[in-house]
Nanobody, 129 residues
C-alpha cells in the first residue's frame, strides 16, 4: 500500500506561479522504483496527464499544454515530487492529482491513467484575477 498526498494548491492570479508537492509513503517505497505522474481535471472535462517523472533516470514528460511552463522534479530522499507551475492561465484551473506506478513509464504510456496504481485526493488550483 502506498499513500499519496498532494499539497500546494491555491488561488493565484494569471501569470503567477505555484509549486505543488506530492509525497508518497509506504513500506519500502522509494522513487528509485516508482514513477510519479501529475494529472488534472477541470470542471466538466476528463482528467488529463500533465507531467510524469520516470523512476529509473528521472526523465520528465510533459503535455503540450504545459511544456515550457511547468517543471517536474523529485527529491528521492524525501520521497517527494514537485510540480513547479509558472505563467499560469485560467485554463490551468483544475484539481491536480498525483499518482504512482511501480516501474518505468515511457513516452507512450506516462499520460495513461490505467498504468498508475495509487492516487492522491487532489489539490485545487484556481487561476483567476
Amino acid at each position: 500500500q502506498v499513500d499519496v498526498v498532494e499539497s500546494g494548491g491555491g488561488l493565484v492570479q494569471p501569470g503567477g506561479s505555484l509549486r505543488l508537492s506530492c509525497k508518497a509513503s509506504g513500506s519500502g517505497f522509494t522513487l528509485d522504483y516508482w514513477t510519479v505522474g501529475w494529472f488534472r481535471q477541470a470542471p466538466g472535462k476528463e482528467r488529463e496527464g500533465v507531467s510524469s517523472i520516470k523512476n529509473t533516470d528521472g526523465t520528465a514528460y510533459y503535455s503540450e499544454s504545459v511544456k515550457g511552463r511547468f517543471t517536474i522534479s523529485r527529491d528521492i530522499a524525501k520521497n517527494t515530487v514537485y510540480l513547479q507551475m509558472n505563467d499560469l492561465t485560467p485554463e490551468d484551473t483544475a484539481t491536480y492529482y498525483c499518482a504512482t506506478e511501480l516501474g518505468p513509464l515511457d513516452g507512450g504510456m506516462w499520460y495513461e491513467e490505467e498504468y498508475y496504481d495509487y492516487w492522491g485526493q487532489g489539490t485545487q488550483v484556481t487561476v483567476s484575477s
